[in-house]
T-cell receptor
Framework: GAVVSQHPSWVICKSGTSVKIECRSL??????MFWYRQFPKQSLMLMAT?????????EQGVEKDKFLINHASLTLSTLTVTSAHPEDSSFYIC????????????????FGPGTRLLVL | GQQLNQSPQSMFIQEGEDVSMNCTSS?????WLWYKQDPGEGPVLLIA?????ELTSNGRLTAQFGITRKDSFLNISASIPSDVGIYFC???????????FGQGTTLQVKP
């Protein structure tokens, strides 16, 4: 399957600082990537859709000025948590939308390994 | 909003037993996906379903796309300890590509 990487895998920062998380598609191009956050023992919650060359679209209740998304190339999307606070501590996961790749069927999504953020 | 109801919430089984979990939706999806997530990692795609009624296997895993396109099930045969994890179903919206996730099924396997 397609490989998606994330960096860093974990980060600890002080309250008030900004943190940037990178999501890369390693062996394919992704015009659309998605950012999720996941709290312990809960399902994934979609935060925003990252579109290459255009502005991201955010889900209801997600602050676009708080969570800045940049999708500057077909293989890289970044999520910046600005002025992080302890309540922003979570597991952030990205995914890349992949077409049919010639297989019978349609498209799917492949996920990165996630980034654990701890804000002190 | 659209929701997926996934059951059971958790399962604790003996190694070698078969497992079944399912998802239902009030909405129609054109694509159903099943993922497994290990602790501290991202979800890994297990099976993708694209056609109503489709039955697809991946090793010991079998999944079916319901004929009404509102439900799907995942079966695991002859479970082994490494099957432990959280299994998620997801319906994909064809226009935006967004995934709607089920609540997850936590599987524990006793050796």
């Amino acid at each position: 399957g397609a490989v998606v990487s994330q960096h860093p895998s974990w980060v600890i920062c002080k309250s008030g600082t900004s943190v940037k998380i990178e999501c890369r598609s390693l062996d394919f191009q992704a015009t659309t990537m998605f950012w999720y956050r996941q709290f312990p023992k809960q399902s994934l919650m979609l935060m925003a859709t990252s579109n290459e060359g255009s502005k991201a679209t955010y889900e209801q209740g997600v602050e676009k000025d708080k969570f800045l998304i940049n999708h500057a190339s077909l293989t890289l999307s970044t999520l910046t948590v600005t002025s992080a606070h302890p309540e922003d501590s979570s597991f952030y996961i990205c995914s890349a939308r992949v077409g049919s790749l010639g297989l019978a069927g349609g498209e799917t999504q492949y996920f990165g390994p996630g980034t654990r953020l701890l804000v002190l | 909003g659209q929701q997926l109801n996934q059951s059971p919430q958790s399962m604790f089984i003996q190694e070698g037993e078969d497992v079944s979990m399912n998802c239902t939706s009030s909405s129609i999806f054109n694509t159903w996906l099943w993922y497994k997530q290990d602790p501290g990692e991202g979800p890994v795609l297990l099976i993708a379903l694209y056609k109503a009624g489709e039955l697809t296997s991946n090793g010991r895993l079998t999944a079916q796309f319901g004929i009404t396109r509102k439900d799907s099930f995942l079966n695991i045969s002859a479970s082994i300890p490494s099957d432990v994890g959280i299994y998620f179903c997801a319906g994909q919206l064809s226009n935006t590509g967004k995934l709607i996730f089920g609540q997850g099924t936590t599987l524990q396997v006793k050796p």
